[in-house]
T-cell receptor, first 113, second 111 residues
Framework: SQTIHQWPATLVQPVGSPLSLECTVE??????LYWYRQAAGRGLQLLFY??????ISSEVPQNLSASRPQDRQFILSSKKLLLSDSGFYLC????????????FGPGTRLTVL | GQNIDQPTEMTATEGAIVQINCTYQ??????LFWYQQHAGEAPTFLSY????GLEEKGRFSSFLSRSKGYSYLLLKELQMKDSASYLC????????????FGSGTRLLVRP
């Protein structure tokens, strides 16, 4: 069966510091991968998605970037965090050859102070 | 433009039935999803509609009318554990399989 992992689970970072969040998927090959951010009490905002290694599409201009160095690894990064980057970051995967459903990882709660 | 509307909050009583509505206006349509999200946790998949009509899964049912841009999630025999946010999401028609999410409806089930 497929599982999705994210780490760290929680993170507190000062403004201006760098960020690296990691997401890995097990039990599937060539998944579509997605990064979402959820501000407190709000819906999910799609940040990036990837349909293959090295292929990244950005949905919202911001100071974040994403990379997919391996088939089942998706990384979200920033060189300098802003206060507005605080939120709940969720990674999701979808089987490239299967149903349309996206399945979410446990998330990373980021607080920028 | 893209717009998905859901009520912000709803309250219902344990054992009752509640209907959560979702209306959408998107540039393309290739399916509508409902997710459940408990506070502090990730969303979990509940249902998927791509054709008009009702899909039933135990206590949960979801309805879609593509011509009206409308869906609802019906929860029967409410339990306290059903207190959560319910997210409506629409899949656009391109190859990215992107989902556009509404802001979610926070449901409170009272004894």
């Amino acid at each position: 069966s497929q599982t999705i992992h994210q780490w760290p689970a929680t993170l507190v970072q000062p403004v201006g510091s760098p960020l690296s969040l990691e997401c890995t998927v097990e039990g599937t090959s060539n998944p579509n991968l997605y990064w979402y951010r959820q501000a407190a009490g709000r819906g999910l905002q799609l940040l990036f998605y990837s349909v293959g290694i090295g292929q990244i599409s950005s949905e919202v201009p911001q100071n974040l970037s994403a990379s997919r160095p391996q088939d089942r690894q998706f990384i979200l990064s920033s060189k300098k965090l802003l206060l507005s980057d605080s939120g709940f970051y969720l990674c999701a995967w979808r089987s490239s050859g299967g149903l349309d459903t996206q399945y979410f990882g446990p998330g990373t709660r980021l607080t920028v102070l | 433009g893209q717009n998905i509307d859901q009520p912000t909050e709803m309250t219902a009583t344990e054992g009752a039935i509640v209907q959560i509505n979702c209306t959408y206006q998107t540039s393309g349509f290739n399916g509508l999803f409902w997710y459940q999200q408990h506070a502090g946790e990730a969303p979990t998949f509940l249902s998927y509609n791509v054709l008009d009509g009702l899909e039933e899964k135990g206590r949960f049912s979801s309805f879609l009318s593509r011509s009206k841009g409308y869906s609802y999630l019906l929860l029967k025999e409410l339990q306290m554990k059903d207190s959560a946010s319910y997210l409506c999401a629409v899949r656009e028609g391109d190859s990215s399989y992107k989902l556009i999410f509404g802001s979610g409806t926070r449901l409170l089930v009272r004894p």
